[in-house]
């Protein structure tokens, strides 16, 4: 429990002791029904309670006309009534003593209604109590099972907590991230933002030992909050890898998120300059987002030890691709010294190659994957390494990731950040997602993981006070 009395009431989003939904419906189909049925499915740790005008009990929850009713202490409500019927509910939630409202309702400052989000904000200052939202899809905090959404029912857990300013985005990245294995803590809709925003999140999420990495979508910064977005985001990013999508760099775009939620956007560059400033990483895509953020979840380390990453392949063409993209993003790749030659010439055939990229060639078997990848780890002047394979009749993917896993396991002592590419059919996706529910980050192309490792290479040059390998 934190000892900052504004924090506390943020945990209790993630972290209720009880949960009441003001506006369950009694119909499945309606948001606030498939909401209670979110957080029941998923089996919620603390208590939950109904609140409609018609109900005694729905889906088995005990309901009651008001959240003044309720015979117990509220700690996070979720709102899911009309615009107009807001303010009263948000009302009687501080005479309850509420910490934390979650307000789902559209129609305020993103139709227009900035008079009735203005009059919301100043009702529940009055009585303590802070709001996510409005215009959210709702909460997930995978340790404590709460998913207070209306969005999918199941979400993988993981370390990476997922904030976003697009709801629908959001949604769809729910179903998505499970069906890629990304595992999640949380994903938190931010809505019109009228009170909670990144910054408050970022408090939370750089304490919460649930969460190794924040991702986020972002349109623009609460006004007037771009100081404080600036100071306490620089803060965080030393504690936590932070990473960004910043929507809107084209000025369509820019015109575009005004009329969504009426953010300001605020100049491209400029948010170029603030991340940067911020030790914020700057994601190009949502695919990017969570590449990095699964390799950035992964590390347990971000000490930068060594002198440069190898790449370990099974395909020539492979490795000339890895290297380009090396150079593209900046990852430093080691030049390899006759000794260190002759110790990975153990690994491969005659015709192989033990430059960097050091090739198997199309022959490797998981033994031969397993002695390269025990002597890169070994190899104190190995900062990390990048194992890629092709698919070949003769190496099943699924047995060269078992391998993967039990080296990594074996010979991993120093902690070394190390992805994979599993590039060819069904089978190597198969082979990926197994790779990535135990935590090690895989990808389809050498392109993504390099990019994802160079991200890990940035954020720890960052966090180390470095400005590259010495
Ligand atoms: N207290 C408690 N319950 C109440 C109250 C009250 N004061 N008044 C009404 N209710 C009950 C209703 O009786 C109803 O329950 P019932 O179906 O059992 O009768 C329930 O609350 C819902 O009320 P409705 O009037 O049926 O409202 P409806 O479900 O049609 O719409 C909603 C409410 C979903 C909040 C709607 O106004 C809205 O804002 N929808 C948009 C939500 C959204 O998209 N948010 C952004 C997500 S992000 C994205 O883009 C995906």
């Given at each position: 429990m934190s000892s900052d009395p504004e924090l506390e009431k943020i945990e209790k989003?993630?972290?209720?002791?009880?949960?009441?939904?003001?506006?369950?419906?009694r119909n499945i189909a309606k948001v606030g029904g498939t909401l209670l049925k979110n957080i029941l499915a998923n089996g919620f740790e603390g208590k939950v309670y109904a609140v409609n005008p018609e109900a005694k009990e729905i889906m088995g929850v005990p309901s009651y006309p008001s959240v003044l009713d309720i015979p117990d202490e509220i700690d996070h409500a979720v709102i899911t009534v009309p615009a107009d019927k807001v303010p009263e509910v948000v009302e009687e939630t501080g005479k309850k003593g509420v910490k934390v409202v979650s307000i789902i309702t559209s129609g305020f400052k993103e139709t227009g209604r900035a008079d009735l989000e203005e009059k919301i904000v100043e009702i529940a200052k009055k009585h303590g109590v802070r709001i996510l939202g409005p215009n959210i899809f709702g909460v997930v905090y995978t340790p404590t099972n709460l998913n207070a959404t209306f969005g999918p029912e199941k979400v993988l857990k993981g370390k990476i907590a997922f904030l976003t300013q697009s709801g629908a985005l959001g949604i769809a990245l729910m179903a998505w991230t499970a069906m890629e294995g990304i595992g999640l803590s949380s994903i938190v809709s931010l809505g019109n933002m009228a009170d909670i925003d990144p910054i408050?999140?970022?408090?939370?999420?750089?304490?919460?030992?649930?969460?190794?990495?924040?991702?986020?979508?972002?349109?623009?910064?609460?006004?007037?909050r771009g100081q404080q977005f600036l100071s306490e985001f620089r803060k965080i990013s030393k504690s936590k890898?932070?990473?960004?999508?910043?929507?809107?760099?084209?000025?369509?775009?820019?015109?575009?998120?005004?009329?969504?939620?009426?953010?300001?956007?605020?100049?491209?560059s400029m948010y170029d300059s603030a991340f940067k400033q911020a030790g914020i990483l700057r994601a190009n895509d949502v695919e990017q987002l969570f590449d990095w953020a699964k390799m950035l979840a992964s590390v347990d380390s971000f000490d930068l030890k060594g002198k440069g990453f190898v790449i370990i392949t099974n395909g020539g063409g492979m490795g000339v691709m890895a290297t380009d993209a090396a150079e593209a993003n900046g990852l430093p790749l080691l030049e390899m010294t006759d000794d260190l030659k002759q110790q990975f010439r153990k690994s491969m055939p005659w015709f192989g190659s033990p430059n960097n990229p050091i090739d198997l060639t199309g022959q490797a078997s998981a033994n031969s994957y397993e002695s390269a990848i025990k002597t890169a780890l070994e190899n104190d002047v190995i900062t990390g390494a990048v194992v890629m394979y092709c698919e070949v009749g003769f190496l099943d993917p699924i047995e060269l990731a078992r391998k993967i896993s039990y080296s990594l396991k074996t010979y991993n002592i120093k902690k070394k950040p190390v992805n994979v590419v599993m590039l060819g059919g069904e089978k190597t996706r198969e082979a990926a997602r197994m790779l990535d529910r135990e935590g090690i980050p895989s990808y389809s192309i050498p392109e993504r993981a390099v990019s994802s490792m160079a991200a890990f290479y940035r954020y720890a040059l960052f966090r180390t006070g470095k400005s590259s390998l010495q």
């Open positions: 989003l993630f972290k209720p002791r009880t949960i009441a939904v003001i506006g369950a419906s408050d999140l970022g408090k939370f999420f750089e304490k919460d030992d649930n969460t190794k990495v924040i991702a986020m979508y972002l349109e623009g910064i609460s006004s007037g890898p932070v990473i960004a999508l910043k929507a809107g760099r084209s000025e369509r775009g820019t015109k575009a998120i005004s009329s969504h939620t009426g953010s300001l956007a605020g100049s491209d």
